[in-house]
């Protein structure tokens, strides 16, 4: 069965030629196509995709935005922010909005649906932008975690924290992404540990890629 994608992008000859383009797989299935992100929580109750592609910068609603408010109303699909720029800042921003990963506009096809597949598994397009370390303990660490032992509900806020943690940011690029203090990050970061039952920020990456948390 082919996926369902939908695309959302303000500049017609991009969103013509990445349609184009999808439309050379024989796995992927356009649905629907939006000229703004005002117009993505209509479009994903029109189109139901299981996928969306959405443009980071359009001019009533940003991409980053319309993530929120697909989040806020309960529409939330898998998403890949696609992006003319490697922009590290709004990359963070859309990941703690809930964007699976980011796509530079001008990838190949492959890569592209290879992308689309990915989200659309349940994985992530995360890895570019670890750290190191983060990389280093995804590759050898064989945590043991206890699956009899339910960690505590970890709230909206402390979600999108984790998010940009398993992104490799620290928490002052954190505190500078979604505008709190460094402090505030600090304590949800030591909250987040505490309610995972792990005791570092690597662990708890691999903790919530365990629980399906990310």
């Known amino acids: 069965m082919k996926i369902r994608v939908m695309l959302a992008e303000d500049q017609n000859l991009v969103r013509l030629g990445i349609c184009s383009l999808l439309e050379l797989s024989s796995a992927i299935d356009v649905v629907g196509q939006v000229e703004d992100g005002s117009q993505v929580v209509d479009g994903i109750s029109r189109f139901k995709p299981d996928v969306l592609l959405i443009d980071i910068r359009m001019p009533k609603m940003t991409g980053?935005?319309?993530?929120h408010a697909m989040r806020?109303?309960?529409c939330m699909v898998p998403s890949i922010i696609l992006t003319t720029f490697d922009d590290s800042q709004l990359v963070m921003e859309g990941i703690a909005a809930g964007a699976r990963g980011y796509l530079l506009k001008d990838v190949s096809l492959d890569s592209l649906v290879g992308a689309i597949e990915t989200v659309h598994a349940g994985g992530t397009l995360m890895q570019p932008a670890?750290?190191?370390?983060?990389?280093?303990?995804l590759s050898t660490m064989e945590p043991r975690f206890d699956d009899t032992i339910a960690p505590e509900t970890l709230s909206d806020k402390e979600i999108e924290v984790l998010r940009l943690m398993a992104g490799g940011f620290s928490n002052r690029e954190i505190s500078n992404t979604i505008h709190k203090s460094e402090g505030t990050i600090?304590?949800?970061?030591?909250?987040?540990?505490e309610k995972l039952g792990v005791r570092d920020r690597?662990?708890?990456v691999l903790r919530a890629i365990n629980l399906g948390l990310l």
């Not at 980053?64 to 993530?67: E, Q």
């Not at 600090?186 to 540990?193: A, E």
Request: no cysteine; aromatic share 0%.
């Open 202 to 204: 690597t662990q708890a």
């Open 64 to 67: 980053i935005d319309a993530l």
């Open 186 to 193: 600090k304590n949800q970061v030591s909250s987040i540990l």
């Open 130 to 137: 670890l750290t190191e370390r983060i990389l280093k303990g």
């Open 72 to 74: 806020d109303t309960g």
